[in-house]
């Protein structure tokens, strides 16, 4: 049982380019979520899925855009990366009736120069 | 003013001390409460959830909740080095804290040094 797996773990991209970030769970989760972590910021909520075709804004949305095709993946995209992108990413995926776990994947550690 | 406001610390305590960490929040729809621990590197995991007020107790971790003050807090007793963690503390407004829709404290760093 892999859980919540996040891929890549690191990756530096240039300013104005487009990436990327994959998320898959394997609990058939139907809720799905990105979150932002920032020095002093805590988790700031990116977009969230709460099943296959449906999506919705959180927080912070600006220049990350998403879509849930199927129930296991949630991918995170940046259109054209900006400094104030570097950040670590984080998926999460809960089941709807258990609403008290979330379950976190390992982060995406994201450099924009 | 942040929705949700945690003390970063850092916070060094020698092992086997009693570890108090709070948050306070203003949004008075917060109905759900929890508590993640974060190691360097790792993403969150939850140590306590707690529905409204009043307290909840798992081994040596108790948390609280006092919904009048909009004041929560996690207690470890007798802290052990391998609880140096990110501690933070998270509210949801919803039934669904299972939509993921989470609001966190900035995190308080914890030190048991042996």
């Known amino acids: 049982n892999a859980g919540v797996t996040q891929t890549p773990k690191f990756q530096v991209l240039k300013t104005g380019q487009s990436m990327t970030l994959q998320c898959a769970q394997d609990?058939?989760?139907?809720?799905m979520s990105w979150y932002r972590q920032d020095p002093g910021m805590g988790l700031r909520l990116i977009h969230y899925?709460?099943?296959?075709?449906?999506?919705d804004q959180g927080e912070v949305p600006n220049g990350y855009n998403v879509s849930r095709s199927t129930t296991e993946d949630f991918p995170l995209r940046l259109l054209s990366a900006a400094p104030s992108q570097t950040s670590v990413y984080f998926c999460?995926?809960?089941?709807?009736?258990?609403?008290?776990?979330?379950?976190f994947g390992e982060g995406s550690w994201l450099t924009v120069v | 003013q942040k929705e949700v406001e945690q003390d970063p610390g850092p916070l060094s305590v020698p092992e086997g001390a009693i570890v108090s960490l709070n948050c306070t929040y203003s949004?008075?729809?917060?109905?759900?409460f929890m508590w993640y621990r974060q190691y360097s590197r790792k993403g969150p995991e939850l140590l306590m959830y707690?529905?409204?007020?009043g307290n909840k107790e798992d081994g040596r971790f108790t948390a609280q909740v006092d919904k009048s003050s909009k004041y929560i807090s996690l207690f470890i007793r007798d802290s052990q080095p391998s609880d140096s963690a990110t501690y933070l503390c998270?509210?949801?407004?919803?039934?669904?804290?299972?939509?993921?829709?989470?609001?966190f404290g900035q995190g308080t760093i914890l030190t048991v040094h042996p």
């Open positions: 707690t529905y409204s007020s």
């Open positions: 949004n008075s729809a917060f109905q759900y």
């Open positions: 998270a509210m949801s407004a919803e039934r669904g804290t299972s939509y993921g829709k989470l609001t």
């Open positions: 899925s709460v099943g296959a075709g449906i999506t």
């Open positions: 999460a995926s809960s089941y709807s009736r258990r609403g008290n776990t979330i379950y």
């Open positions: 609990m058939n989760h139907e809720y």
